[in-house]
Every structure is written in C-alpha cells, then in structure tokens.
C-alpha cells in the first residue's frame, strides 16, 4: 500500500510538470526569433543612450568647470568641515594661493588668514541661503619684508549654501573701484573748493543788483538770488560730504546731548515752514535722554529728515517724532552676554511715502526718488526750493561716524515715510509724552 501510494504521487507530480510545461511552451512559444532580437537590440539601444547621456553630462560638467576656471571673478568651494575643495585661478590670486594645489585636502583658514571670509562662509551654511560680506584682506606673507610689499584690497564675498554641506563662495575684487571712486570724490572736491569763490563773488554782485534795477526786473534778480544760494549750497553739503567720508572721527567734536531740547531746537527753526503748510509735531519721548554726540552734526540731521517730512506732508498733516531706548544684547566669546542701551528715533510723516523700488538707494548721493514725492515747497511765491539729493547722503554718513545707523521705510499705518535712526550709548530717566 505504502508503495502504490508512492508511484500515484510520483505520476500525479509528473503530470503537473508536463501540464506546466506545455502551458509554459504555449505562452512562450508567440516570441520567435526575431521578437527575442528586437528585445536584445532594444535593450542595446537604451544602454548606448544611457552612455550618450552620460558623456553629454561630463561634457557639461568639464565645460563649467572651465568656465569656473577663466571666469574673471574668484570662486571656491569648501566640503561640510570649511576644508577646500576647488578653487579658480582668479580667486588664487585674489587669497594669494599660488602655493596651494588641486587635491591638497586643507582647512580653508590654514591657507588663508581671513577670518571674515570663515565667518561668512559658517553664516550661510547655518542659514541655508545666500550671505554677502565686504572687507579689506590683509595676504599673509612668509618673511616680513614680503609683508611690506603687499597690498592690501577690498573684497566682496557672495556665500551660497550647496549640498551635503558644502558651500561656494564667490570673490570680486573691489579695490580698483574703490580707488576709481576716491580719485572721483578728489576730483569733486577740487571743483567744489574752486567753485566756492566765484559762487560768493556772484552772490554778492546779485545783492548788489537788488537795488540797482527797475522794479520790473526785481522778481528774476530774486530768482537769481535763490539759485546762487542754491548751488553755493550745493558745493557746501558736498564739501561737507567729503570730509566725513574721508576723517570721521576728526569731524565730529562730541559731547553728552539732550535730545529732546535738541529736536525742540530744530523744530523751533523749522516750525515758519510747518505753518505755511499747516503741519503739527507730535513729539514722543523720554525725558532726560543723553547721547554722546556732535551738537551741529545732529542737529543737521534731524534738521534734514523733519523739513523733508514736512515738505512732503499734506496740508493739515502731521509728523510724528518718537523716542525710545532699547536695550541690545551682545554676544562675547560666546560665553556671557553684555546689554548696551541704544537709542530708537522714529520720524514718520503723513505723506505719500517712498517707492519700493527707490528704497534700497534713497540714502545715495544725488540720487532723486519718485516723482510723485515732490520737492516743492509750497506757499513759497513761484519759486520751488529743489533738493541737492545730498540731504540724505550727509544724514547717513553723519550716524555712520557716531556709530549709528538710519532705516528707510513705509510706516504700515499712516502710509508715510518712515525713517528709523539708532544711536549708541543712550541714556534714559522717565517717561513723558509731548504734543507740540
């Protein structure tokens, strides 16, 4: 029984077998020959293209490799350990590499001493996007006398985050500009020193005329008049200019302020122009506030932003001045905190406000911003009190040299310009809120 139990199993598998294979056969069987050939050439066809592929892509990356390479701009690449990669021959020359070779794997600070350049490049790859910085690199030299022989030179980085870490920078050169643009500055300022005196020798022959020609022709000796003190004006901010961009620190004579009487001051001289135009100040402000600052410098500053505010209000408008101290927090050593008091001046005004695409160079010199923002001054005659495009200029280098800095923008409620100024060392006692 055991064994008739065997030999049925076995003929019952051998069946299914051959059931199977038959079935298999049939299924098969619809391929000949030539399908099997077009299934190998197909597969052929798609490998070749695979290669193709592959090739073009290694094409491309050898050709932006050479671009790199003979870009007329630096450009180098660090892994996630700041150790670099690649550098091109204008970055080379730029960080002074000639000694560094493909390949070498080297911490970028080893090779070279910048530490803004290390700082820029661990800012964009904690931030995750692009980060500039511009600063004067010193190259380091081998022996002292090479040291006495090289130049230091104004760098721009561009940092962008790439991936697994790494992160490419992108150098420019920015010392022949630089010193293109200081030889432009000299060049004005010779002809504004020129200009000064025959401008005083015209103004005073106009003054002369005043009372000397036919009441006919008086009103354009005025206009003339006006004009003469324009452009005199004129040669005088870019002189002034001049001098704070070249010696800050010798143009200012500082010395513990008040602010509040400060602006009282300006607004006192102002406050004629403000009722031409029935325009109001409303004053915010801390009482007792000091700052260690140039009395006319400042004083030129908020002379500058509230006439402008003014200028550019409405009729029956306001321009709002308000006064804060804030309280920063520095990082040192990145062990201890240190709070330093700042003073926070905003001047707002009820106007029309700036053009977004004039923001980013409102504080430029000579630069002139939407027209819809007039310059005129009205209730003035016929005539028209045009801006120099200076004012600005001189306000920001003004803060630049205390230590300050001043923010353009459009305030969210009143639509108006807003100008933000932040001051150092800011000393404050009580509140009080004034309307004037």
């Not at 190998?40 to 490799?65: D, M, N, P, T």
């Not at 511009?134 to 561009?158: D, G, I």
């Not at 300006?266 to 007792?288: F, G, H």
């Amino acid at each position: 029984m055991l064994l008739l139990g065997i030999f049925i199993g076995l003929g019952v598998s051998i069946c299914l077998w051959l059931w199977y294979n038959i079935q298999f056969h049939r299924y098969f069987g619809r391929y000949d020959s030539s399908s099997k050939k077009s299934f190998v050439i197909g597969w052929r066809y798609k490998f070749a293209r695979l290669r193709e592929r592959q090739q073009c892509l290694e094409q491309q990356l050898f050709s932006l490799q050479n671009l790199l390479e003979n870009a007329p701009i630096g450009y180098l690449q660090v892994d996630e350990e700041n150790q670099l990669l690649w550098c091109n021959q204008q970055a080379r020359q730029m960080l002074s590499l000639e000694k560094w070779q493909p390949g070498q794997v080297r911490l970028l600070l080893e090779v070279v001493r910048s530490y803004e350049l290390d700082r820029l490049i661990e800012k964009t790859r904690d931030r995750h996007n692009s980060q500039e910085k511009e600063w004067v690199f010193h190259p380091s030299c081998e022996n002292a006398e090479a040291m006495l022989e090289q130049k230091s030179v104004v760098l721009r980085a561009t940092g962008l985050p790439l991936p697994q870490g790494q992160v490419g920078v992108f150098l420019e050169n920015r010392q022949q500009l630089l010193e293109i643009s200081q030889a432009r500055d000299r060049a004005f300022s010779d002809l504004a020193h020129e200009l000064r005196t025959p401008l005083t020798s015209m103004r005073l022959v106009v003054e002369t005329l005043q009372d000397r020609v036919e009441p006919s022709i008086v009103r354009w000796v005025n206009l003339l008049l006006k004009e003469v003190d324009r452009l005199i004006d004129l040669v005088q901010s870019w002189l002034d200019l001049t001098k704070l961009e070249s010696n800050p620190s010798t143009q200012l004579n500082c010395q513990p302020l008040e602010i509040k009487a400060l602006i009282n001051s300006v607004w006192e001289t102002l406050e004629p122009i403000a009722q031409r135009q029935t325009v109001k100040l409303s004053l915010t402000t801390i009482e007792n506030i000091w700052v260690n600052a140039d009395k006319s410098r400042l004083h030129q500053v908020f002379f500058n932003l509230i006439h402008n505010s003014i200028k550019y209000s409405p009729p029956n408008g306001v321009v709002r001045v308000e006064v804060n101290v804030n309280i920063s927090l520095e990082n040192k050593n990145q062990k201890e905190l240190e709070t330093s008091p700042f003073l926070e001046i905003n001047i707002i005004d009820s106007g029309v406000g700036f053009a977004q695409e004039d923001l980013p160079y409102i504080f430029q010199r000579f630069y002139r911003g939407d027209k819809a923002r007039s310059r005129s001054i009205k209730g003035d005659g016929d005539s028209t009190l045009d801006g120099s495009g200076l004012g600005l200029a001189i306000v920001h280098q003004i803060l630049s040299a205390h230590g300050g800095t001043i923010k353009a923008m459009n305030h969210p409620q009143t639509g108006g310009a807003w100008l933000q100024i932040h001051l150092p060392q800011a000393m404050a006692k009580s509140v009080v809120q004034d309307y004037i």
